[in-house]
């Protein structure tokens, strides 16, 4: 199956530092979503991102499809940012489809 | 509009036993899935149902199941509970309405946490 692969594992930033998020992934997809967990564990839609770019606020996030990777710009960051950061891919098979997860970044804002 | 709801939130059940957790999408989505998050394995896919049809499932044992209600409710049962069951159990639904090659964006409930001692 498609391989997720996310970059670093761990981040710890001074706030109001930048930062960037790196999805690395194994095989042509549908689609391409980031999202945040709180600490309640819910996951909080970012981006759906198949390809190019988007923007929301301090974050963007930019897909390029052909490479197979996507990154999560986090700029002017705050406390409120921490957290563990997922990007999942779609694949189908027909009509079925599934969200394949990397392991995720754990981002650690100090303030 | 209501985001995913799933019930109960926090469950403890002892090994052995079955487990049944409820999700309720967001109005008007048909495509319900459920992923299983634990510490070792990450986020893992369960399965997707779309008008009441399991369309697709994940590498799980057969003692995982669920179902899809006409009002695109679905449920996920666990029976004969193992340690390794322990575990958040999410529940995400997305607008699909039956096009194979069209995508929607999923859309996650706040979880089951679900104990197995």
């Known amino acids: 199956g498609i391989q997720v692969e996310q970059s670093p594992p761990d981040l710890i930033l001074q706030e109001g530092a930048n930062s960037t998020l790196r999805c690395n992934f194994s095989d042509s997809v549908n689609n391409l979503q980031w999202f945040h967990q709180n600490p309640w564990g819910q996951l909080i839609n970012l981006f759906y991102i198949p390809s190019g770019t988007k923007q929301n606020g301090r974050l963007s996030a930019t897909t390029v499809a052909t490479e197979r990777y996507s990154l999560l710009y986090i700029s002017s960051s705050q406390t409120t940012d921490s957290g563990v950061y997922f990007c999942?891919?779609?694949?189908?098979?027909?009509?079925?489809?599934?969200?394949?997860f990397g392991s995720g970044t754990q981002l650690t804002v100090l303030p | 509009k209501a985001g995913v709801t799933q019930t109960p939130r926090y469950l403890i059940k002892t090994r052995g036993q079955q487990v049944t957790l409820s999700c309720s999408p967001i109005s008007g989505h048909r495509s319900v899935s459920w992923y299983q998050q634990t510490p070792g394995q990450g986020l893992q896919f369960l399965f997707e149902y779309f008008s009441e049809t399991q369309r697709n499932k994940g590498n799980f044992p057969g003692r995982f199941s669920g179902r899809q209600f006409s009002n695109s409710r679905s449920e996920m049962n666990v029976s004969t509970l193992e340690l390794g069951d322990s575990a958040l159990y999410l529940c995400a639904s997305s607008y699909y309405t039956g096009g194979v090659a069209i995508s929607y964006e999923q859309y996650f409930g706040p979880g089951t946490r679900l104990t197995v001692t």
């Open positions: 999942a891919v779609e694949t189908t098979s027909g009509s079925a489809r599934q969200l394949t």
